[in-house]
């Protein structure tokens, strides 16, 4: 069972009372993947959020569309995530089930605490005030996400329109 104190430190549960994560510790369950382990695949359906503890992942994105290439030649690394700064990923799965937008790959062995939709729509009708704060704090990182990903597009076009120019 993931305790209290680390739950406490993952950015996505700040500003939550002790009462309110009392009552969602019990709802994580442990993951332990090895090096090598694709997580979360890209376009794939899912209803649980992850937070890494231990290990390292890196977040990749297929960047071509449409054509039978292989993705090793096509996929960018987007991110690399530690677990010491408990960073969590897969919100979508709580937000509605939506298809996931990357691809997790464990980079170490790691370990992770998943939370399902179903937990924590239970946590929301116990606690609709932390739920709301959670939900915040995912829109919050989620318009962050969507900044990065609009200066990467904004690059991308920009070498684009230089590559066309030449």
Not at 39 to 56: A, S
Not at 57 to 69: E, I, N, P, R
Request: charged share 20%; proline share 3%.
């Amino acid at each position: 069972m993931i305790d209290l104190d680390t739950l406490s430190k993952v950015p996505l549960f700040n500003n939550i009372t002790i009462e309110a994560l009392t009552y969602l510790q019990p709802c994580f369950k442990q993951m332990l993947v090895p090096k090598g382990t694709v997580i979360i695949k890209e376009n794939t359906e899912g209803d649980q959020i992850y937070v890494l503890v231990k290990g390292c992942v890196q977040v990749t994105k297929d960047l071509v569309k449409g054509f039978d290439t292989d993705q090793f030649w096509t996929e960018k690394v987007l991110a690399k995530l530690e677990g010491d700064s408990f960073p969590t990923f897969g919100e979508n799965g709580v937000l509605g089930n939506g298809p996931r937008t990357a691809n997790i790959i464990a980079t170490t062995d790691c370990e992770l605490y998943t939370l399902t939709k179903t937990d924590f729509d239970s946590f929301a009708n116990y606690d609709s005030k932390a739920a709301y704060i959670v939900m915040k704090n995912i829109a919050m990182k989620l318009s962050e996400s969507l900044k990065l990903t609009d200066d990467n597009l904004v690059k991308l076009a920009t070498a684009l329109y230089i590559a066309v120019q030449h």
